[in-house]
């Protein structure tokens, strides 16, 4: 048995052997800093990217930042306007809700001046998630909290408990529930080999245009009859059909070269419970290195995730790649993984935001939309704007899970 004085020179010793292990690699990691590849200019002008609903929040960022604010507080404060509108269905308060009617949200955010991070998967009951994310990154020793363990840190840090369910989208849901539902998101998944791929034909056959008119004729009565307003019916009808995906990102950089990300989601209209797509995964939804630069993503949160998107742009960026070509390339690693089913990339949607530390910045697509409506971006660096994204396919993808030919096969009318 060892004796108290065998510990106290036990302990003793180790420290000293801790004190020399921890002189050895602070001379390391200064040796690693020496050669690691960092972008080194800031931006001339301050500046904010984000998807293109950021642009009705986008001034209050740059007000923020213009005032030398926090770049994590402005990204969070364009976030935070599309959490608080109920209009927005994708995003905070009144977005669309999972297969049981329930709204669960998820949102990240990356802090470069600290490089610290927070985040929050499958909440309830509480909007404005992207806060509830960095409260997570500055109240706690921890980087994610999902669930209920995310939703009891939030009261215990003062965030209301409020219904998410908006009207409106509870009668999307019911509408869902009544025509599609036995369309949902059960396996197999579009990356799965048994997953029927669809021939190359349109999502919706010209020659059954009477049958899909029949169907939209009943749909449109079902909408009335749950009390949907008449001017929101074709919406309706069009998120129950195309079960929308939507998301906010927002990377802020200023001219100190302090730069910041956050994302923030309802995720995907009729998902399991418990679903969390890529928008609270750091490294997938949203990821910020100070050293070289932030992006974050919208679109099939399932598909990025397993190209760890943001993450894969900042590393293509560290190795010298510019914001347009890092984001291209990610996409075409999606694309390559497809390879053996090229026809189901029609079903990925796929856009990431990207700003480099000294200011170059690029919106990318898996489809750029059409000429006459392309897909845009929201940018403010004095000027707000919104610009075109680059698409790496001309068009528009289908909706997923596809609609079958026969639209009779859904829920009998
Ligand atoms: N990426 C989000 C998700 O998968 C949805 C979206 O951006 O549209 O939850």
Redesign the pocket.
Known sequence: MSSRRDFIAGTIIGSVALGLEAQTTRVQATQAAKTYTWIGAAPRKNIIISSANGIHGIDKGYEILSSGGDTLDAAIAVGKVQEDDPNDD?VGYGGLPNEDGVVEL?SCCMHGPTRMAGSVGGVRNIKNVSLLAQAVMQHTAHVMLVGQGAEKFGYAMGFPKENLLTDRSRKVWLLWKETMSNQDWWGPGLADPRYPVPPDTPAMPTSSAEVWQQRIDWMTEKAARLGIEPEFRMAAIERVLNPP???IHVSAANTKGEISGMTT?S??AWKLAGRC???PIIGA?CYTDPDIGSAG?????EE?IKVAGAHTIIENMRHGMSAKEAGLDVLRRIVHAYEKFPTKLRYISMKYYILRRDGDYAGVSMWGGTPEKPAKFAVHDGAKRLENLVGLYPGNPLTFPPQPKDPYKINTP
Request: charge should be negative; glycine fraction near 34%.
């Open positions: 994708s998820d995906t939507g998301t989601t995720g995907l797509g890529d928008s939804g993503a919208t679109g099939s949160g990025n």
